[in-house]
């Protein structure tokens, strides 16, 4: 069994910076994935980013008025810990966001793409 424990997040004013963290333990995966997704009442949830564990290669969310740009996804092998930067935070990035953990390296921007999910960590950005 994977657990996935997200932190960082809290309550910032527009244009402020927050660092999410998730860090992963049980049955970890030397290959595969980690995504960030975030999710709005009444939304469905939502890609951010991805990166692979090995070669740390990284994706964004593409819709127009994303995070390429000011968000900014890491990993810490040895920790198992993947981060999220997320600079320039717009009132609409508020949300509840979660780090995910996608075993196969298939890659995926959808929700279902992904087997193991964290509880969740609240970022509120005020106007």
């Known amino acids: 069994q994977v657990q996935l424990v997200e932190s960082g997040g809290g309550l910032v004013q527009a244009g402020g910076s927050l660092r999410l963290s998730c860090a992963a333990s049980?049955?970890?995966?030397?290959?595969?994935?980690m995504g960030w997704f975030r999710q709005t009442p009444g939304k469905e949830r939502e890609f951010v980013s991805a990166?692979?564990?090995?070669?740390?290669?990284?994706?964004?969310?593409d819709y127009t008025g994303s995070v390429e740009g000011r968000f900014t996804i890491s990993r810490d092998n040895a920790k198992n810990t993947v981060y999220l930067q997320m600079n320039s935070l717009k009132p609409e990035d508020t949300a509840v966001y979660y780090c995910?953990?996608?075993?196969?390296?298939?890659?995926?921007?959808?929700?279902?793409?992904?087997?193991?999910w964290g509880q969740g960590t609240q970022v509120t950005v005020s106007s």
């Open positions: 990166i692979w564990w090995s070669g740390g290669n990284t994706y964004y969310s």
């Open positions: 049980g049955r970890t995966f030397s290959v595969g994935h």
């Open positions: 995910a953990l996608e075993p196969r390296a298939a890659g995926g921007r959808a929700p279902d793409d992904y087997d193991y």
